[in-house]
C-alpha cells in the first residue's frame, strides 16, 4: 500500500485547531499503523521476516538485501518461494518455529555441501544463487560460543533475567577506558559459572570494550545495525580458538565430562565424537587420536600447568590535568574476592590435560565450526 490516510486507517480526521484531538488523533493512527503491520493482508512484514530466517540457515536471504525490500534492493532469486514462505508463515499463526521445521525439513537444506558436477556450475551458476548444493556456514560467534558449553555440559539454559558478564581476556578486562572525561571502571564477570555460562543472548555488551573472543569471530559492532554478519576468515581466528582462556576452560570441562561418561581412552574419544559432530569416529581418526593422546600424556607429564590468580585490585596511573603530575589509585575489583572460577590446567591431571588437548582439537574442527 501507499501512503495511509487516518481514513485509510480507520481513525476519523479531527480539528487541527484541537490540540487534544490531534494527539489523540496520531495516536490512533500509530496504534493502527502498528495493527497493519501484522495484518494478514500487508506481505511486506512476512516477506522480511521469512528473508531473515532463511538467510539465517543459508547464509544468503532469498532477497540478499535484508534491509532493502525497495526498488533499489536486490531482486529474490525465488520470488515464488518467498511469497509461499511467507503465506505459510501467516497461515501458521506467525509461528517462527513452524517457518524453522518447514526450512530445515526441506529438500534443499538437506542438499549435499559439494555439487556433482563443479566444473559446469562455475558457469551455470557460479554464486549458488539457484541453491543446487547447501552452502556450507561458519557458526557465528553466539552460536560457536553457546555450542562449546552445550557439548561440554556447561551451558545454562534458563530463560529471561538480568544481563551476565561472561569472562573475557583478562587484559582487555582491566584496561582503562576513557567515558565522559573519566575513567570508567573495570570489566569484572559474573562470580559463578551458572551466571556465566548463560546462552550469549543474555551476555551483558559494554560500549568500547567488545569481548575478544567474540568479536574477532565477527560480531557486529551494537552502535551500529548489521543485517547481515560477516563471515572473514583472519589468522587471529586460528590463534583464539586454540589459546584463549575461553577455548582453554571449555576444552577442560569437555574432558573432564568425557571422563565421567567414558572408562577408556577410545570410549572417551567415541563420546567426545557423538558430542561434538553427532557422528562415530572412523577407525583412522581413533587410532590418529588415541596416538594424540598417548604423547600429550608424556608431555604434561614432564610440564605441570601454571596456575591462575585472579587480581582483586589494578593500579591506575593518571596525570593531574592542571599540575602535569602522575599519581596513582587503587581500583578494587570486589567479584574476584569471592569468585567461582571455571576448572583449569593446574587444578587437573596430565592425563585430563591431555585429553583436553584432543577436545580442542574436536572443538576447533571445521565439522564442528560448520555448518554442511
Given at each position: 500500500p501507499g501512503v495511509l490516510s487516518g481514513t485509510h486507517l480507520g481513525v476519523p480526521d479531527t480539528d487541527p485547531n484541537d490540540p487534544y484531538a490531534l494527539t489523540t488523533d496520531l495516536h490512533g493512527r500509530r496504534l493502527a499503523?502498528?495493527?497493519?503491520?501484522?495484518?494478514?493482508?500487508?506481505?511486506?512484514?512476512?516477506r522480511v521476516l521469512v528473508n531473515r530466517v532463511w538467510q539465517?540457515?543459508?547464509?544468503?536471504?532469498l532477497v540478499a538485501t535484508p534491509n532493502n525490500f525497495g526498488a533499489k534492493g536486490s531482486k529474490p532469486t525465488h520470488p515464488g518461494l518467498l511469497d509461499w514462505l511467507a503465506r505459510e508463515f501467516v497461515e501458521n499463526g506467525w509461528s517462527v518455529k513452524h517457518l524453522h521445521r518447514v526450512i530445515v525439513t526441506s529438500e534443499t537444506y538437506k542438499r549435499s555441501g559439494r555439487h556433482a558436477?563443479?566444473?559446469s556450475?562455475?558457469?551455470?551458476?557460479?554464486?549458488?544463487?539457484?541453491?543446487?548444493?547447501?552452502p556450507p556456514r561458519r557458526l557465528s560467534a553466539e552460536e560457536l560460543r553457546d555450542g562449546m558449553l552445550a557439548v561440554t555440559g556447561e551451558l545454562n539454559r534458563d530463560l529471561g533475567g538480568l544481563p551476565v558478564r561472561p569472562e573475557i581476556n583478562m587484559e582487555v578486562a582491566l584496561q582503562?577506558?576513557?567515558?565522559?572525561?573519566?575513567?570508567?571502571?573495570a570489566y569484572q564477570p559474573s562470580r559463578t559459572p551458572e551466571e556465566r555460562n548463560r546462552r550469549s543472548i543474555y551476555a551483558y555488551r559494554v560500549r568500547g570494550q567488545a569481548d575478544p573472543f567474540m568479536g574477532v569471530l565477527n560480531l557486529p559492532n551494537p552502535n551500529e545495525s548489521c543485517d547481515r554478519r560477516e563471515t572473514s576468515a583472519v589468522t587471529p581466528q586460528a590463534f583464539t580458538?586454540?589459546?584463549?582462556t575461553m577455548t582453554t576452560d571449555r576444552a577442560i570441562a569437555f574432558a573432564r565430562r568425557l571422563e565421567s561418561e567414558a572408562e577408556t581412552p577410545a570410549a572417551r574419544i567415541d563420546r567426545g565424537f557423538q558430542l561434538a559432530f553427532g557422528r562415530e569416529p572412523s577407525d583412522e581418526e581413533r587410532v590418529a587420536l588415541l596416538g594424540f593422546l598417548e604423547k600429550m600424556q608424556a608431555y604434561h607429564a614432564r610440564t605441570p600447568a601454571e596456575p591462575v590468580e585472579y587480581p582483586t585490585s589494578v593500579t591506575r596511573s593518571l596525570v593531574e590535568?592542571?599540575?602535569?603530575?602522575?599519581?596513582?589509585?587503587?581500583?578494587?575489583?570486589p567479584v574476584f574476592e569471592k569468585y567461582v572460577a571455571d576448572t583449569k590446567p593446574s587444578e587437573v591431571s596430565a592425563t585430563t590435560r591431555a585429553l583436553a588437548d584432543v577436545c580442542l582439537l574436536l572443538l576447533n574442527a571445521n565439522e564442528f565450526v560448520y555448518v554442511y
Open positions: 499503523l502498528a495493527k497493519w503491520i501484522a495484518d494478514p493482508r500487508n506481505p511486506l512484514t512476512a539465517g540457515h543459508f547464509g544468503r536471504g558436477d563443479p566444473e556450475l562455475a558457469t551455470t551458476d557460479p554464486n549458488n544463487a539457484l541453491l543446487s548444493f547447501f582503562p577506558r576513557m567515558i565522559q572525561f573519566s575513567l570508567a571502571p580458538l586454540f589459546n584463549s590535568e592542571l599540575s602535569g603530575k602522575p599519581f596513582e589509585y587503587q581500583e578494587i575489583l
